[in-house]
């Protein structure tokens, strides 16, 4: 059974720094990588999706690795900024099953 | 921890049929709960989100009439595909968000998924 975990659970930073949030599974079998971003009392936000054939995904600020063979995936935010304090997410689809980790809960501070 | 029960996990229906799935909390109130679709080889798609006791608020895009949603209760949303057609197979999933940390912690909890097959 595929387990996904984030590392780690909560993070705050000063405005401004660098930081990277990470993510795990156990079953390096999958179909894609998803991070996402949960706003208090809102739905997710798709920030990245790598499929399982690519390395790397970027957005602006944001750039996702995947490293399928030891069954890890980074997220990388660059210049963070108070609006980026949320919750993040990594999820991972494999054989038609999706498999959320519990989130990493990222505060900047201004 | 909370758990989210999502029922059934895969579903195989005629075209023109309704096929309906199950949201439950099973250890926890959710005031709140959100209905996913996921298109192949793309991301999670926000369909609709469902305030207990409610309308639904549904997403630019989706179809009111064709996906119902229902939050009857405080463990229980159902989404309700109506007159299905082979371009509504995909994964469907949900989340509920705790209603004890609704003002703070934001803690959402998903389900494992439905995947539905119309043919």
């Known amino acids: 059974k595929q387990e996904v975990t984030q590392i780690p659970a909560a993070l705050s930073v000063p405005e401004g720094e660098n930081l990277v949030l990470n993510c795990s599974f156990t079953?390096?079998?999958?179909?894609?990588l998803q991070w996402f971003r949960q706003d208090p009392g809102k739905g997710l936000t798709s920030l990245l999706l790598?499929?399982?054939?690519?390395r790397e995904q970027t957005s602006g600020r944001l750039n996702a690795s995947l490293d399928k063979s030891s069954g890890r995936s980074t997220l990388y935010i660059a210049a963070s900024q108070p609006g980026d304090s949320a919750t993040y997410l990594c999820?991972?689809?494999?054989?038609?099953?999706?498999?959320f980790g519990a989130g990493t809960r990222l505060t900047v501070k201004p | 921890g909370a758990v989210v029960s999502q029922h059934p996990s895969r579903v195989i229906c005629k075209s023109g049929t309704s096929v309906k799935i199950e949201c439950r909390s099973l250890d926890f109130q959710a005031t709140t709960m959100f209905w996913y679709r996921q298109f192949p080889k793309k991301s999670l798609m926000l369909m609709a989100t469902?305030?207990?006791?409610?309308?639904?608020?549904?997403e630019q895009g989706v179809e009111k009439d064709k996906f119902l949603i229902n939050h009857a209760s405080l463990t229980l949303s159902t989404l309700t595909v109506t007159s299905a057609h082979p371009e509504d197979s995909s994964f469907y999933i949900c989340?509920?968000?705790?209603?004890?940390?609704?003002?703070?912690?934001?803690?959402?909890?998903f389900g494992a998924g439905s995947r539905l097959t119309v043919l």
């Open positions: 989340s509920a968000e705790d209603r004890a940390f609704s003002s703070g912690a934001n803690v959402l909890t």
């Open positions: 079953d390096s079998a999958i179909y894609n």
């Open positions: 469902s305030n207990e006791g409610s309308k639904a608020t549904y």
């Open positions: 999820a991972v689809l494999d054989n038609n099953d999706m498999r």
């Open positions: 790598i499929q399982s054939s690519q």
